[in-house]
């Protein structure tokens, strides 16, 4: 299964709440721990062209830099709610 990938960093209290909400509404997902991991940082800016999170990604579509209120039009968008 194609799953979204949500990129995150530790202690951010929007990449939680994001957390919160993808679980809420049982929405599968593969999550990316940014902080300390260079490697993956550097794949976020190649897909986001920058470096905050929470970032989400899904089919060649990146919502970056979101709050919970842009994910919901996000996932409807593509079908996984």
């Not at 062209?49 to 039009?73: I, W």
Request: glycine share 6%; charged share 15%.
């Amino acid at each position: 299964m194609n799953l979204p990938v949500l990129y995150l960093k530790t202690g951010c209290p929007w990449c939680s709440a994001a957390v919160e909400y993808l679980a809420r509404h049982a929405i599968a997902y593969r999550s990316v721990t940014v902080t300390g991991n260079p490697s993956a940082m550097q794949e976020l800016a190649e897909i986001s062209g920058q470096t905050k999170a929470p970032t989400m990604s899904f089919q060649g579509d990146v919502l970056a830099d979101f709050g919970v209120e842009e994910l919901e039009p996000f996932l409807k968008k593509h079908a996984l709610m």
